[in-house]
């Protein structure tokens, strides 16, 4: 099977020392590569290795598909291959490989980078705890590691090559740094890789016309599109729904499109855009209630598992904006505004604005245990006594399948048209 590496690798770089500009005399030249195992392989019973080291000292390759599986799960070790300033071998694979590197990066990248730091920094206290000695080159990679995970939330970019602090880094690998000094770096180094994790990702949601030929044709187009990635630093989510999809999700109780379609931030709108918004109220009923509850419930779960102070705030906000919508029939999704008898909830916000994913405040968690079961009772309580119907007006219903239709027969032969975003 070692043919693999040698006939199929599509990259080869150098990583390590060498690459992070912190290499002497003797270091290692540690090389990584991604093979492509061909088609015919994964047709056998024993289907080709995920993995494998070798020929090569120091050599370590994945198979493409392993590869990318790591990379999306933010696996530091493997961003760093498609970084790499010495790049060894590469093929046209491997350079199309390159061209998508920034759709592997996430927000991922803050639990990993950290997960790892914190990990090598548990083993050197532990060892130093155990024989008073201290595993200085393992300090230095916690060190840049903290580095690098900080570096790609804010740039989006994996940061390699160390060098400007080449000196700095030495020192701590060479043993001249006390380690008091290093913890302290090191804790100044968590302190920034939380704050460069607070969520400055951009969420936008959308509705679109498909062409009619990919509605009426044996080949229909897709009823949802879907791309991320980063842009001027900024880790961006899209999600767009075609008409019809739109229209349906917002005639089926559906909490998230009624707040794409009222959101009080509109980057692209249109004469649909409006006439969708007009029909709203309409479509609005009690029974929209249950996904708040539904949502509520599964943040609460998580917040059970994590202890996360994110989902915790979302358990809350999503209870109130059903509590407002079954009181009022208007949909409010601003925590500061629905939150203002709960006394707590400021601090909460600019901690959840300093790190996104920062442990709840064990201060307020009795305060949360108390008023989750209390909104989720007063929700239930709304929903029973709301003046809104318990099924759409179907004047409204009408007019949404008539726009639809209407939309959809004025423009056969456009490309896909942007409705609202």
């Known amino acids: ?94 350079e199309r490989l390159l061209a998508v590197r920034h759709a592997f990066l996430s927000r991922r990248a803050a639990e990993t980078y950290g997960a790892y730091a914190r990990d090598q920094l548990k083993r050197v206290a532990a060892r130093r705890s155990r024989t008073g000695e201290t595993n200085h080159k393992q300090a230095m990679h916690m060190i840049r590691l903290l580095l690098a995970g900080a570096h790609v939330l804010r740039t989006g970019e994996v940061l390699v090559d160390v060098s400007p602090l080449r000196e700095r880094l030495l020192a701590v690998r060479n043993g001249e740094v006390p380690w008091e000094s290093v913890t302290r770096w090191a804790d100044r180094l968590i302190e920034d890789l939380a704050a460069a994790s607070v969520d400055s990702d951009l969420d936008l949601r959308a509705c679109h016309l498909l062409p009619a030929a990919d509605v009426v044709g044996l080949r229909t187009g897709p009823a949802t599109l879907q791309s991320g990635g980063y842009r001027d630093g900024v880790e961006l989510d899209v999600v767009s729904h075609d008409l019809l999809k739109f229209a349906r999700l917002l005639n089926s109780r559906n909490g998230y499109v009624l707040e794409q379609l009222l959101s009080p931030l509109v980057v692209v709108t249109s004469p649909v855009h409006a006439a969708l918004t007009e029909l709203a109220p309409g479509l609005i009923t009690r029974h929209h209630a249950h996904h708040y509850l539904g949502f509520a419930a599964t943040q609460e779960k998580l917040f059970a598992r994590t202890g996360e102070l994110k989902p915790a705030l979302y358990t809350l906000r999503v209870l109130l904006t059903g509590v407002r919508l079954m009181r009022t029939s208007t949909l409010e999704t601003d925590l500061g505004e629905l939150g203002r008898d709960l006394p707590y909830l400021p601090e909460l916000i600019a901690r959840k604005r300093e790190a996104e994913h920062g442990p709840f405040p064990a201060t307020v968690r009795a305060a949360l245990e108390r008023d989750i079961p209390r909104l989720r009772a007063e929700l239930e309580a709304a929903r029973d006594a709301s003046a809104l119907p318990d099924q759409a007006d179907p004047a409204a219903v009408e007019a949404l399948h008539d726009l639809v239709v209407r939309v959809r027969l004025s423009r056969p032969a456009d490309p896909v048209d942007q409705i609202c975003g």
Not at 51 to 58: K, R
């Open 1 to 94: 099977m070692i043919n693999l590496v040698t006939e199929h690798t599509i990259l080869a770089v150098v990583v390590g020392s060498r690459a992070y500009g912190l290499d002497g005399p003797g270091s290692d030249h540690d090389r990584r590569g991604v093979y492509a195992a061909p088609t015919r392989l994964f047709w056998h019973l024993d289907k080709p290795p995920a993995h494998l080291d070798g020929p090569a000292d120091e050599q370590f390759s994945w198979e493409i598909e392993r590869f990318c599986t790591l990379a999306l799960q933010a696996n530091p070790t493997v961003l760093e291959v498609l970084w790499s300033p010495l790049i060894e071998r590469i093929t046209p694979d491997g």
